[in-house]
Protein backbone atom coordinates (compact mmCIF):
# COMPACT_ATOMS: atom_id res chain seq x y z
CA UNK A 1 0.00 0.00 0.00
CA UNK A 2 2.93 2.51 1.01
CA UNK A 3 4.59 1.64 -2.70
CA UNK A 4 1.68 2.19 -4.35
CA UNK A 5 0.98 5.30 -2.65
CA UNK A 6 4.81 6.34 -3.22
CA UNK A 7 4.26 5.67 -6.87
CA UNK A 8 1.53 7.65 -7.84
CA UNK A 9 2.78 10.68 -5.33
CA UNK A 10 6.13 10.46 -7.80
CA UNK A 11 4.21 10.62 -11.13
CA UNK A 12 1.94 13.29 -9.53
CA UNK A 13 4.79 15.23 -8.49
CA UNK A 14 6.57 14.71 -12.31
CA UNK A 15 3.27 15.95 -13.92
CA UNK A 16 3.27 19.40 -11.64
CA UNK A 17 6.54 20.43 -11.95
CA UNK A 18 7.09 22.03 -15.33
CA UNK A 19 3.41 24.29 -14.38
CA UNK A 20 4.57 25.10 -11.15
CA UNK A 21 8.44 26.00 -11.93
CA UNK A 22 7.96 27.02 -15.32
CA UNK A 23 4.83 27.74 -16.40
CA UNK A 24 4.29 29.72 -12.56
CA UNK A 25 7.76 31.06 -12.36
CA UNK A 26 6.84 34.43 -12.59
CA UNK A 27 4.22 34.24 -10.02
CA UNK A 28 7.34 33.33 -7.61
CA UNK A 29 10.13 36.10 -8.70
CA UNK A 30 6.97 38.85 -8.84
CA UNK A 31 6.89 37.47 -5.55
CA UNK A 32 10.30 37.80 -4.15
CA UNK A 33 10.81 41.18 -5.35
CA UNK A 34 7.72 42.58 -3.73
CA UNK A 35 9.21 41.01 -0.37
CA UNK A 36 12.31 42.32 -0.68
CA UNK A 37 11.07 46.25 -0.69
CA UNK A 38 8.79 44.41 2.18
CA UNK A 39 6.05 45.25 0.10
CA UNK A 40 2.95 42.13 -1.15
CA UNK A 41 1.05 42.63 -4.16
CA UNK A 42 -1.35 39.65 -5.86
CA UNK A 43 1.20 37.34 -7.03
CA UNK A 44 2.11 36.98 -3.64
CA UNK A 45 -1.24 35.56 -2.81
CA UNK A 46 -0.40 33.28 -5.57
CA UNK A 47 3.08 32.48 -4.46
CA UNK A 48 2.08 31.41 -1.43
CA UNK A 49 -0.93 29.77 -1.85
CA UNK A 50 0.96 27.28 -4.45
CA UNK A 51 4.36 27.02 -3.11
CA UNK A 52 2.58 26.20 0.40
CA UNK A 53 0.64 23.33 -1.26
CA UNK A 54 3.42 22.74 -3.28
CA UNK A 55 5.90 22.10 -0.15
CA UNK A 56 3.90 20.29 2.02
CA UNK A 57 3.16 17.71 -0.71
CA UNK A 58 7.02 17.35 -1.07
CA UNK A 59 7.43 16.35 2.21
CA UNK A 60 4.52 13.64 2.19
CA UNK A 61 6.16 12.36 -0.92
CA UNK A 62 9.35 12.45 -0.16
CA UNK A 63 8.75 11.51 3.91
CA UNK A 64 5.32 10.04 4.17
CA UNK A 65 5.87 7.89 7.21
CA UNK A 66 5.72 11.33 9.02
CA UNK A 67 2.39 10.99 8.94
CA UNK A 68 1.76 7.37 8.79
CA UNK A 69 3.82 6.42 11.84
CA UNK A 70 1.33 9.59 13.70
CA UNK A 71 -1.95 7.76 12.32
CA UNK A 72 -2.35 10.89 9.74
CA UNK A 73 -3.07 10.27 5.81
CA UNK A 74 -0.07 11.95 4.04
CA UNK A 75 -2.41 13.98 1.43
CA UNK A 76 -0.97 15.50 -1.32
CA UNK A 77 -2.37 18.65 -3.57
CA UNK A 78 0.26 18.87 -6.18
CA UNK A 79 -3.01 18.99 -8.29
CA UNK A 80 -4.59 22.33 -6.27
CA UNK A 81 -1.17 23.76 -7.13
CA UNK A 82 -1.37 23.28 -10.88
CA UNK A 83 -5.33 24.01 -11.36
CA UNK A 84 -4.22 27.29 -9.49
CA UNK A 85 -1.56 28.14 -11.67
CA UNK A 86 -3.62 27.16 -14.75
CA UNK A 87 -6.61 28.69 -13.66
CA UNK A 88 -4.89 32.05 -13.46
CA UNK A 89 -2.79 31.69 -16.90
CA UNK A 90 -5.92 31.00 -18.61
CA UNK A 91 -7.49 34.16 -17.07
CA UNK A 92 -4.12 35.99 -18.25
CA UNK A 93 -4.78 34.48 -21.56
CA UNK A 94 -7.93 35.65 -22.19
CA UNK A 95 -6.98 39.00 -21.42
CA UNK A 96 -4.18 39.02 -23.44
CA UNK A 97 -6.74 37.84 -26.03
CA UNK A 98 -8.89 41.14 -25.67
CA UNK A 99 -5.43 42.94 -26.03
CA UNK A 100 -5.38 41.22 -29.25
CA UNK A 101 -8.67 42.19 -30.19
CA UNK A 102 -7.77 46.10 -29.63
CA UNK A 103 -4.37 45.63 -31.34
CA UNK A 104 -6.05 44.22 -34.32
CA UNK A 105 -6.37 48.04 -35.60
CA UNK A 106 -2.53 47.94 -34.99
CA UNK A 107 -1.84 45.55 -37.50
CA UNK A 108 -4.26 46.94 -40.14
CA UNK A 109 -2.72 50.29 -40.02
CA UNK A 110 0.47 48.64 -40.45
CA UNK A 111 -0.71 46.71 -43.14
CA UNK A 112 -0.52 50.23 -44.67
CA UNK A 113 2.95 50.26 -44.89
CA UNK A 114 4.28 48.95 -48.19
CA UNK A 115 7.39 46.50 -47.46
CA UNK A 116 9.62 47.76 -49.79
CA UNK A 117 10.01 51.14 -52.22
CA UNK A 118 11.54 52.00 -55.28
CA UNK A 119 14.17 55.41 -54.76
CA UNK A 120 16.40 56.47 -56.65
CA UNK A 121 19.96 57.66 -55.92
CA UNK A 122 22.64 59.51 -58.11
CA UNK A 123 20.26 58.68 -60.83
CA UNK A 124 19.82 55.10 -60.27
CA UNK A 125 16.67 53.26 -59.20
CA UNK A 126 16.74 50.67 -56.61
CA UNK A 127 14.51 49.07 -54.28
CA UNK A 128 14.92 49.09 -50.99
CA UNK A 129 13.40 48.04 -47.14
CA UNK A 130 11.20 50.59 -46.01
CA UNK A 131 12.99 51.04 -43.15
CA UNK A 132 16.45 51.73 -45.29
CA UNK A 133 14.31 54.64 -47.02
CA UNK A 134 16.31 58.62 -45.82
CA UNK A 135 14.71 61.70 -45.72
CA UNK A 136 15.59 63.81 -49.14
CA UNK A 137 15.20 60.41 -51.13
CA UNK A 138 13.62 60.47 -54.31
CA UNK A 139 10.28 57.99 -53.92
CA UNK A 140 9.03 56.56 -57.35
CA UNK A 141 5.09 55.47 -56.49
CA UNK A 142 3.56 53.81 -59.08
CA UNK A 143 -0.30 53.78 -60.10
CA UNK A 144 -1.90 50.99 -57.43
CA UNK A 145 0.50 51.55 -55.00
CA UNK A 146 0.50 52.82 -51.59
CA UNK A 147 2.42 55.73 -50.48
CA UNK A 148 5.32 54.43 -48.55
CA UNK A 149 6.45 57.78 -46.48
CA UNK A 150 5.24 61.10 -45.58
CA UNK A 151 6.46 63.59 -48.07
CA UNK A 152 6.13 66.42 -51.08
CA UNK A 153 5.18 65.91 -55.04
CA UNK A 154 8.65 66.37 -57.26
CA UNK A 155 6.78 65.49 -60.27
CA UNK A 156 4.03 63.67 -61.98
CA UNK A 157 0.54 64.20 -61.05
CA UNK A 158 -2.28 61.56 -59.55
CA UNK A 159 -4.95 61.26 -57.71
CA UNK A 160 -4.81 59.73 -54.43
CA UNK A 161 -7.27 57.82 -51.95
CA UNK A 162 -6.77 59.99 -48.71
CA UNK A 163 -9.65 57.99 -46.94
CA UNK A 164 -7.91 56.37 -44.43
CA UNK A 165 -6.55 60.05 -42.99
CA UNK A 166 -9.82 61.81 -43.45
CA UNK A 167 -12.20 59.98 -44.20
CA UNK A 168 -13.40 61.27 -47.10
CA UNK A 169 -14.20 59.32 -49.90
CA UNK A 170 -12.94 61.26 -52.79
CA UNK A 171 -9.77 60.73 -54.47
CA UNK A 172 -7.95 64.04 -53.72
CA UNK A 173 -5.54 65.68 -56.78
CA UNK A 174 -1.89 65.86 -56.33
CA UNK A 175 0.80 67.59 -58.15
CA UNK A 176 3.90 68.71 -57.89
CA UNK A 177 4.33 70.72 -54.60
CA UNK A 178 1.24 68.95 -52.91
CA UNK A 179 2.11 66.87 -49.56
CA UNK A 180 1.36 63.38 -49.24
CA UNK A 181 0.60 61.08 -46.24
CA UNK A 182 2.32 56.96 -45.90
CA UNK A 183 -0.59 54.62 -45.73
CA UNK A 184 -2.59 56.40 -48.75
CA UNK A 185 -3.29 54.92 -51.65
CA UNK A 186 -2.09 55.89 -55.54
CA UNK A 187 -5.18 55.93 -57.93
CA UNK A 188 -3.63 56.75 -61.23
CA UNK A 189 -0.66 58.62 -62.44
CA UNK A 190 3.27 58.52 -61.48
CA UNK A 191 4.55 60.16 -59.06
CA UNK A 192 8.13 61.46 -57.32
CA UNK A 193 8.13 62.43 -54.31
CA UNK A 194 10.41 63.75 -52.07
CA UNK A 195 10.47 61.78 -48.06
CA UNK A 196 10.01 64.43 -45.77
CA UNK A 197 9.13 62.32 -42.96
CA UNK A 198 10.17 58.54 -42.79
CA UNK A 199 9.45 55.71 -40.12
CA UNK A 200 8.39 56.72 -36.67
CA UNK A 201 7.73 60.55 -38.12
CA UNK A 202 5.40 59.88 -40.11
CA UNK A 203 1.44 60.78 -39.69
CA UNK A 204 0.84 56.85 -40.19
CA UNK A 205 3.19 55.75 -37.83
CA UNK A 206 1.74 58.42 -35.24
CA UNK A 207 -1.45 56.66 -35.18
CA UNK A 208 -0.08 53.64 -34.41
CA UNK A 209 2.12 54.75 -31.74
CA UNK A 210 -1.02 56.71 -30.44
CA UNK A 211 -3.01 53.33 -30.40
CA UNK A 212 -0.08 51.46 -28.72
CA UNK A 213 0.34 54.13 -26.11
CA UNK A 214 -3.21 53.56 -25.07
CA UNK A 215 -2.79 50.00 -24.46
CA UNK A 216 -0.44 50.49 -22.24
CA UNK A 217 -1.10 53.31 -20.39
CA UNK A 218 -2.36 53.53 -16.62
CA UNK A 219 -5.43 55.10 -15.60
CA UNK A 220 -6.59 56.50 -12.27
CA UNK A 221 -9.00 53.62 -12.04
CA UNK A 222 -6.50 50.96 -12.05
CA UNK A 223 -4.35 53.25 -9.54
CA UNK A 224 -7.25 52.59 -7.58
CA UNK A 225 -7.52 48.76 -7.99
CA UNK A 226 -3.25 48.72 -7.04
CA UNK A 227 -3.93 50.51 -3.75
CA UNK A 228 -7.22 48.07 -3.12
CA UNK A 229 -4.90 45.36 -3.43
CA UNK A 230 -2.40 46.87 -1.32
CA UNK A 231 -4.42 46.64 1.48
CA UNK A 232 -6.10 43.69 0.52
CA UNK A 233 -3.27 41.29 0.86
CA UNK A 234 -1.54 42.10 3.65
CA UNK A 235 -5.93 41.27 5.47
CA UNK A 236 -5.56 37.83 3.92
CA UNK A 237 -2.79 37.16 4.78
CA UNK A 238 -3.75 38.00 8.37
CA UNK A 239 -6.83 36.10 8.08
CA UNK A 240 -4.98 33.36 6.96
CA UNK A 241 -2.76 33.63 10.35
CA UNK A 242 -5.77 33.47 12.65
CA UNK A 243 -7.13 30.53 10.24
CA UNK A 244 -3.84 28.47 10.88
CA UNK A 245 -3.59 28.87 14.61
CA UNK A 246 -6.95 28.95 15.30
CA UNK A 247 -6.82 25.03 13.77
CA UNK A 248 -4.00 24.17 15.16
CA UNK A 249 -4.90 24.97 18.68
CA UNK A 250 -8.91 24.17 18.83
CA UNK A 251 -9.32 22.04 15.26
CA UNK A 252 -10.05 18.52 15.05
CA UNK A 253 -6.75 15.76 15.07
CA UNK A 254 -4.85 15.76 13.23
CA UNK A 255 -4.79 19.76 14.18
CA UNK A 256 -1.66 20.16 11.87
CA UNK A 257 -3.57 18.80 8.62
CA UNK A 258 -6.32 20.53 9.16
CA UNK A 259 -4.56 23.60 10.06
CA UNK A 260 -2.90 23.31 6.50
CA UNK A 261 -5.73 22.63 4.30
CA UNK A 262 -7.74 25.49 5.70
CA UNK A 263 -4.78 27.91 5.12
CA UNK A 264 -3.65 26.95 1.83
CA UNK A 265 -7.99 27.00 1.13
CA UNK A 266 -7.84 31.00 2.38
CA UNK A 267 -4.91 31.99 0.51
CA UNK A 268 -6.09 29.87 -2.66
CA UNK A 269 -9.53 31.74 -3.15
CA UNK A 270 -8.72 34.94 -1.60
CA UNK A 271 -5.84 35.32 -4.38
CA UNK A 272 -7.25 38.57 -6.13
CA UNK A 273 -6.42 38.02 -9.63
CA UNK A 274 -10.07 38.90 -10.65
CA UNK A 275 -9.13 42.34 -9.23
CA UNK A 276 -6.11 42.57 -11.49
CA UNK A 277 -7.97 42.13 -14.61
CA UNK A 278 -10.98 44.16 -13.58
CA UNK A 279 -9.40 47.26 -15.35
CA UNK A 280 -7.24 46.13 -17.97
CA UNK A 281 -9.71 43.80 -19.71
CA UNK A 282 -12.37 46.47 -20.23
CA UNK A 283 -10.11 49.29 -21.28
CA UNK A 284 -8.74 47.06 -23.67
CA UNK A 285 -11.91 45.86 -24.70
CA UNK A 286 -13.42 49.43 -24.99
CA UNK A 287 -10.10 50.59 -26.98
CA UNK A 288 -10.62 48.12 -29.01
CA UNK A 289 -14.01 48.90 -30.41
CA UNK A 290 -13.84 52.16 -30.57
CA UNK A 291 -10.98 51.69 -33.07
CA UNK A 292 -13.60 49.41 -35.13
CA UNK A 293 -15.28 52.33 -35.32
CA UNK A 294 -12.85 54.71 -36.42
CA UNK A 295 -12.38 56.41 -32.94
CA UNK A 296 -8.59 55.97 -31.93
CA UNK A 297 -8.20 56.62 -27.56
CA UNK A 298 -5.44 58.23 -27.19
CA UNK A 299 -4.88 56.87 -23.77
CA UNK A 300 -6.86 54.69 -21.24
CA UNK A 301 -7.55 57.66 -19.05
CA UNK A 302 -9.64 59.14 -21.78
CA UNK A 303 -12.30 56.56 -21.47
CA UNK A 304 -12.56 57.91 -17.89
CA UNK A 305 -13.08 61.52 -18.62
CA UNK A 306 -15.75 61.14 -21.49
CA UNK A 307 -18.11 59.68 -19.67
CA UNK A 308 -18.43 62.97 -17.35
CA UNK A 309 -19.03 65.19 -20.77
CA UNK A 310 -21.86 67.79 -20.60
CA UNK A 311 -20.83 70.56 -22.56
CA UNK A 312 -19.21 69.94 -26.19
CA UNK A 313 -17.81 72.97 -27.92
CA UNK A 314 -17.01 72.30 -32.00
CA UNK A 315 -14.68 74.24 -34.09
CA UNK A 316 -17.04 75.23 -37.75
CA UNK A 317 -14.83 74.64 -40.23
CA UNK A 318 -13.08 71.59 -41.09
CA UNK A 319 -14.97 69.84 -38.12
CA UNK A 320 -18.81 70.62 -38.30
CA UNK A 321 -18.03 71.50 -42.30
CA UNK A 322 -16.06 69.12 -44.41
CA UNK A 323 -13.22 71.86 -44.82
CA UNK A 324 -13.91 71.13 -48.73
CA UNK A 325 -15.24 74.10 -50.06
CA UNK A 326 -17.77 72.70 -52.94
CA UNK A 327 -19.67 74.72 -56.05
CA UNK A 328 -22.80 75.25 -54.27
CA UNK A 329 -25.05 77.12 -57.46
CA UNK A 330 -23.76 78.21 -60.90
CA UNK A 331 -24.92 79.88 -63.80
CA UNK A 332 -24.18 79.48 -66.86
CA UNK A 333 -24.55 82.76 -69.85
CA UNK A 334 -22.99 80.70 -72.76
CA UNK A 335 -22.48 77.13 -72.24
CA UNK A 336 -20.79 74.67 -74.27
CA UNK A 337 -18.25 71.79 -74.27
CA UNK A 338 -15.71 73.69 -74.93
CA UNK A 339 -16.14 76.98 -72.74
CA UNK A 340 -16.46 73.90 -70.26
CA UNK A 341 -13.50 72.21 -71.64
CA UNK A 342 -11.60 75.72 -71.23
CA UNK A 343 -12.62 76.30 -67.50
CA UNK A 344 -11.68 72.61 -66.61
CA UNK A 345 -7.68 73.20 -68.30
CA UNK A 346 -7.88 76.37 -66.38
CA UNK A 347 -8.91 75.40 -62.85
CA UNK A 348 -6.33 72.76 -63.36
CA UNK A 349 -3.51 74.58 -63.93
CA UNK A 350 -4.64 76.75 -61.14
CA UNK A 351 -3.10 77.15 -57.51
CA UNK A 352 -6.45 78.83 -55.82
CA UNK A 353 -7.67 76.41 -53.06
CA UNK A 354 -10.95 76.40 -54.62
CA UNK A 355 -9.90 76.19 -57.92
CA UNK A 356 -10.33 72.11 -57.34
CA UNK A 357 -14.01 72.18 -56.59
CA UNK A 358 -14.87 74.27 -59.69
CA UNK A 359 -12.57 72.10 -62.08
CA UNK A 360 -14.56 68.68 -60.28
CA UNK A 361 -17.73 70.80 -61.38
CA UNK A 362 -16.79 70.33 -65.03
CA UNK A 363 -14.57 66.91 -64.51
CA UNK A 364 -14.42 64.85 -67.30
CA UNK A 365 -13.09 66.65 -70.19
CA UNK A 366 -9.09 66.34 -71.67
CA UNK A 367 -7.15 68.88 -70.94
CA UNK A 368 -6.34 71.60 -73.55
CA UNK A 369 -2.81 72.93 -74.51
CA UNK A 370 -3.41 76.92 -73.11
CA UNK A 371 -0.85 79.51 -74.38
CA UNK A 372 -0.23 82.13 -71.75
CA UNK A 373 -0.91 80.86 -68.74
CA UNK A 374 -0.76 83.45 -65.71
CA UNK A 375 -1.88 83.12 -62.46
CA UNK A 376 -2.64 86.38 -60.67
CA UNK A 377 -2.17 86.66 -57.26
CA UNK A 378 -5.26 87.13 -55.46
CA UNK A 379 -7.07 87.28 -57.82
CA UNK A 380 -7.59 84.47 -60.68
CA UNK A 381 -5.77 83.25 -63.57
CA UNK A 382 -5.80 83.85 -66.97
CA UNK A 383 -4.94 82.03 -70.27
CA UNK A 384 -4.79 81.97 -74.46
CA UNK A 385 -6.66 79.45 -76.67
CA UNK A 386 -7.67 79.45 -80.01
CA UNK A 387 -6.40 83.42 -79.79
CA UNK A 388 -9.53 84.07 -77.18
CA UNK A 389 -8.22 84.97 -73.99
CA UNK A 390 -10.02 83.10 -70.68
CA UNK A 391 -10.08 84.13 -67.23
CA UNK A 392 -11.40 83.40 -64.20
CA UNK A 393 -11.13 84.94 -61.13
CA UNK A 394 -12.93 88.07 -59.08
CA UNK A 395 -15.05 90.86 -59.62
CA UNK A 396 -11.75 93.24 -59.64
CA UNK A 397 -10.33 90.76 -62.30
CA UNK A 398 -13.16 91.42 -63.93
CA UNK A 399 -13.37 95.23 -63.93
CA UNK A 400 -9.68 94.96 -64.91
CA UNK A 401 -10.32 93.33 -67.86
CA UNK A 402 -13.67 95.25 -68.76
CA UNK A 403 -16.15 92.61 -68.59
CA UNK A 404 -20.08 93.19 -67.37
CA UNK A 405 -20.73 91.84 -64.34
CA UNK A 406 -24.65 92.08 -63.79
CA UNK A 407 -25.69 94.47 -60.77
CA UNK A 408 -27.29 91.52 -58.25
CA UNK A 409 -23.79 89.16 -59.17
CA UNK A 410 -21.70 92.45 -57.58
CA UNK A 411 -22.18 92.18 -54.04
CA UNK A 412 -21.14 88.55 -52.53
CA UNK A 413 -18.43 86.26 -53.13
CA UNK A 414 -18.80 85.15 -56.36
CA UNK A 415 -16.10 83.28 -59.22
CA UNK A 416 -16.59 84.67 -62.27
CA UNK A 417 -15.90 82.68 -65.64
CA UNK A 418 -15.15 84.91 -68.87
CA UNK A 419 -14.21 85.17 -72.15
CA UNK A 420 -12.80 87.73 -74.39
CA UNK A 421 -15.92 90.25 -74.07
CA UNK A 422 -18.58 88.59 -72.49
CA UNK A 423 -19.08 86.60 -68.87
CA UNK A 424 -19.78 83.16 -69.53
CA UNK A 425 -20.40 81.49 -66.20
CA UNK A 426 -20.92 82.44 -62.24
CA UNK A 427 -20.10 80.67 -59.90
CA UNK A 428 -20.97 80.09 -55.52
CA UNK A 429 -18.47 78.28 -53.54
CA UNK A 430 -18.95 77.33 -50.34
CA UNK A 431 -17.35 75.45 -47.52
CA UNK A 432 -20.25 72.81 -46.69
CA UNK A 433 -21.91 71.28 -43.80
CA UNK A 434 -20.43 67.85 -43.26
CA UNK A 435 -23.59 64.98 -43.45
CA UNK A 436 -23.23 63.59 -40.29
CA UNK A 437 -23.46 67.20 -38.43
CA UNK A 438 -26.76 67.76 -37.83
CA UNK A 439 -27.51 64.12 -36.47
CA UNK A 440 -24.51 64.49 -34.15
CA UNK A 441 -25.78 67.34 -32.51
CA UNK A 442 -29.50 66.08 -32.28
CA UNK A 443 -27.81 62.85 -30.63
CA UNK A 444 -25.54 64.88 -28.08
CA UNK A 445 -28.28 67.01 -26.84
CA UNK A 446 -30.81 64.05 -26.86
CA UNK A 447 -28.34 63.17 -23.74
CA UNK A 448 -28.33 66.54 -22.07
CA UNK A 449 -25.25 67.73 -23.42
CA UNK A 450 -24.87 71.48 -24.00
CA UNK A 451 -23.86 72.39 -27.65
CA UNK A 452 -21.35 75.15 -28.77
CA UNK A 453 -20.14 76.44 -32.10
CA UNK A 454 -16.87 78.46 -32.13
CA UNK A 455 -15.65 80.06 -35.46
CA UNK A 456 -13.92 82.95 -36.99
CA UNK A 457 -16.21 83.55 -39.58
CA UNK A 458 -18.74 86.96 -39.76
CA UNK A 459 -21.57 86.66 -37.85
CA UNK A 460 -23.71 86.31 -40.83
CA UNK A 461 -22.00 82.73 -41.86
CA UNK A 462 -21.81 81.25 -38.36
CA UNK A 463 -26.32 81.99 -37.55
CA UNK A 464 -26.77 80.41 -40.81
CA UNK A 465 -24.24 77.35 -40.36
CA UNK A 466 -25.62 76.89 -36.88
CA UNK A 467 -28.94 77.00 -38.06
CA UNK A 468 -28.72 74.47 -40.37
CA UNK A 469 -26.59 71.91 -37.72
CA UNK A 470 -29.01 72.97 -34.96
CA UNK A 471 -26.83 74.47 -32.61
CA UNK A 472 -28.30 77.15 -30.39
CA UNK A 473 -25.46 78.21 -29.11
CA UNK A 474 -22.57 80.33 -31.43
CA UNK A 475 -19.75 82.86 -31.38
CA UNK A 476 -18.92 84.18 -34.70
CA UNK A 477 -15.42 86.52 -35.05
CA UNK A 478 -13.13 84.27 -32.38
CA UNK A 479 -9.45 84.31 -32.46
CA UNK A 480 -7.86 81.43 -30.98
CA UNK A 481 -7.10 82.74 -28.38
CA UNK A 482 -11.07 83.78 -27.12
CA UNK A 483 -11.46 80.00 -27.62
CA UNK A 484 -9.10 78.81 -25.23
CA UNK A 485 -10.87 81.34 -22.64
CA UNK A 486 -14.30 80.16 -23.51
CA UNK A 487 -13.51 76.72 -22.35
CA UNK A 488 -11.79 78.20 -19.44
CA UNK A 489 -14.97 79.76 -18.47
CA UNK A 490 -17.07 76.73 -18.97
CA UNK A 491 -15.13 74.32 -17.07
CA UNK A 492 -15.65 77.15 -14.31
CA UNK A 493 -19.21 76.97 -14.36
CA UNK A 494 -18.97 73.78 -13.56
CA UNK A 495 -19.36 71.94 -16.31
CA UNK A 496 -16.92 69.03 -17.97
CA UNK A 497 -15.55 70.08 -21.38
CA UNK A 498 -14.79 67.95 -25.12
CA UNK A 499 -13.38 70.78 -27.44
CA UNK A 500 -13.45 68.97 -31.00
CA UNK A 501 -11.36 70.51 -33.68
CA UNK A 502 -9.09 70.24 -36.34
CA UNK A 503 -6.50 73.02 -36.86
CA UNK A 504 -3.37 74.62 -35.32
CA UNK A 505 -6.05 77.57 -33.92
CA UNK A 506 -7.77 75.03 -32.27
CA UNK A 507 -5.22 73.26 -30.22
CA UNK A 508 -4.73 75.58 -27.19
CA UNK A 509 -8.70 75.09 -26.49
CA UNK A 510 -8.25 71.21 -27.08
CA UNK A 511 -5.38 71.03 -24.80
CA UNK A 512 -7.48 73.49 -22.33
CA UNK A 513 -10.61 71.10 -21.91
CA UNK A 514 -11.56 68.29 -20.00
CA UNK A 515 -11.31 66.55 -22.97
CA UNK A 516 -9.88 67.19 -26.85
CA UNK A 517 -11.49 64.80 -30.10
CA UNK A 518 -9.64 65.72 -33.04
CA UNK A 519 -10.38 65.26 -36.93
CA UNK A 520 -8.09 62.60 -38.49
CA UNK A 521 -7.69 65.07 -41.22
CA UNK A 522 -6.70 68.29 -39.06
CA UNK A 523 -3.06 69.27 -38.21
CA UNK A 524 -0.30 67.37 -36.32
CA UNK A 525 -0.54 70.08 -33.25
CA UNK A 526 -4.64 69.91 -33.23
CA UNK A 527 -4.11 65.65 -32.83
CA UNK A 528 -1.38 65.98 -30.32
CA UNK A 529 -3.64 68.43 -28.26
CA UNK A 530 -6.49 65.43 -28.83
CA UNK A 531 -7.63 62.44 -26.51
CA UNK A 532 -9.48 61.00 -29.12
CA UNK A 533 -9.01 61.29 -32.81
CA UNK A 534 -11.81 60.70 -35.28
CA UNK A 535 -10.47 58.43 -38.44
CA UNK A 536 -13.86 58.56 -40.52
CA UNK A 537 -14.63 62.09 -40.27
CA UNK A 538 -18.03 61.06 -38.79
CA UNK A 539 -19.20 63.43 -35.69
CA UNK A 540 -21.36 61.05 -34.85
CA UNK A 541 -18.58 59.49 -33.57
CA UNK A 542 -18.11 62.19 -30.65
CA UNK A 543 -21.31 60.42 -29.00
CA UNK A 544 -20.03 57.42 -29.65
CA UNK A 545 -16.76 57.40 -27.67
CA UNK A 546 -19.12 59.05 -24.91
CA UNK A 547 -21.34 55.96 -24.61
CA UNK A 548 -18.30 53.93 -25.01
CA UNK A 549 -16.88 55.66 -22.05
CA UNK A 550 -20.31 55.16 -19.94
CA UNK A 551 -20.34 51.50 -21.22
CA UNK A 552 -16.66 51.21 -20.60
CA UNK A 553 -16.90 52.77 -16.61
CA UNK A 554 -19.51 50.64 -16.07
CA UNK A 555 -18.00 47.24 -16.65
CA UNK A 556 -15.38 48.21 -14.83
CA UNK A 557 -17.65 49.02 -11.92
CA UNK A 558 -19.22 45.17 -12.26
CA UNK A 559 -15.86 43.52 -12.30
CA UNK A 560 -14.85 45.39 -8.88
CA UNK A 561 -17.97 43.78 -7.41
CA UNK A 562 -17.81 40.81 -9.03
CA UNK A 563 -13.83 40.71 -7.81
CA UNK A 564 -14.63 41.03 -4.31
CA UNK A 565 -18.05 39.29 -4.56
CA UNK A 566 -16.25 35.92 -4.97
CA UNK A 567 -14.01 36.85 -1.77
CA UNK A 568 -16.59 37.83 1.06
CA UNK A 569 -18.23 35.02 0.33
CA UNK A 570 -16.07 32.75 0.02
CA UNK A 571 -13.27 33.52 1.95
CA UNK A 572 -15.00 32.38 5.97
CA UNK A 573 -16.10 29.48 3.77
CA UNK A 574 -12.39 28.46 3.26
CA UNK A 575 -11.70 29.66 6.73
CA UNK A 576 -14.14 26.70 7.95
CA UNK A 577 -17.12 28.35 9.48
CA UNK A 578 -19.55 26.15 8.27
CA UNK A 579 -17.23 23.05 9.83
CA UNK A 580 -18.83 23.27 13.03
CA UNK A 581 -22.78 23.41 12.19
CA UNK A 582 -22.08 21.48 9.11
CA UNK A 583 -18.82 19.27 8.98
CA UNK A 584 -18.06 21.03 5.52
CA UNK A 585 -14.22 21.93 4.17
CA UNK A 586 -13.90 23.57 1.41
CA UNK A 587 -10.92 21.60 -0.73
CA UNK A 588 -7.91 23.43 -1.55
CA UNK A 589 -8.53 22.38 -5.40
CA UNK A 590 -12.76 23.27 -5.03
CA UNK A 591 -11.05 26.91 -3.66
CA UNK A 592 -8.75 27.25 -6.83
CA UNK A 593 -11.74 26.71 -9.43
CA UNK A 594 -13.99 29.34 -7.44
CA UNK A 595 -10.89 31.95 -7.36
CA UNK A 596 -10.32 31.37 -10.87
CA UNK A 597 -14.07 31.76 -12.00
CA UNK A 598 -14.36 35.23 -10.74
CA UNK A 599 -11.65 35.98 -12.89
CA UNK A 600 -12.92 34.57 -15.86
CA UNK A 601 -16.38 36.14 -15.62
CA UNK A 602 -14.34 39.09 -15.30
CA UNK A 603 -12.68 38.55 -18.31
CA UNK A 604 -16.03 37.83 -19.98
CA UNK A 605 -18.20 40.84 -18.85
CA UNK A 606 -15.22 42.80 -20.38
CA UNK A 607 -15.27 40.47 -23.22
CA UNK A 608 -19.25 41.34 -23.73
Known sequence: HIIHLEYKNWILLTFSLPVVFFSGSEFYVNAWKQARHRMVNMDTLVALSTGIAFIFSLINTIIPRLFLESGQHPHVYYESATVIITFILAGKFLEENSKSKASSVIRSLMGLQPKTLTVSRNG???????????????????????????????????????????????????????????????????????????????????????????????????????????????????????????????????????????????????????????????????????????????????????????????????????????????????ENDQNKQVLFSLEKRSGHPLAYAIAALVDGFPLLELQNFTDIPGKGVKATYCRQQYTIGNLALMNENNIAVPENLKDGNFIFFSGENA??????????????????????????????????????????????????????????????????????????????????????????????????????IAIDSAGVILMQGDLNAVAQAIHLSKATVKIIRQNFFWAFFYNVIAIPVAAGVLFPAAGFLLSPMIAGAAMAMSSVTVVMNSLR
Open 124 to 334: IEMEIPLQMVAQGDEVMVRPGDRIPVDGVVLTGDSYLDESMISGEPLPVYKNSGSNVFAGTLNKSGNLVITASKTGKNTLLAGIIAMVQEAQSAKPPIQKLADKIASVFVPVVLAIAAVTFTAWFIWGPPPPLTFAFLTTISVLIIACPCALGLATPTALMAGIGRGASHGILIRNASTLEVACKINAVIFDKTGTLTTGKPVVTHSEWFI
Open 423 to 524: LIAVFSVEDTLRKSSPEAIRKLKADGIEVFMLTGDKKETAANMASTAGIDHYFAEVMPADKNHFVKELRQKGYNVAMVGDGINDSAAMAEADLGIAMASGSD
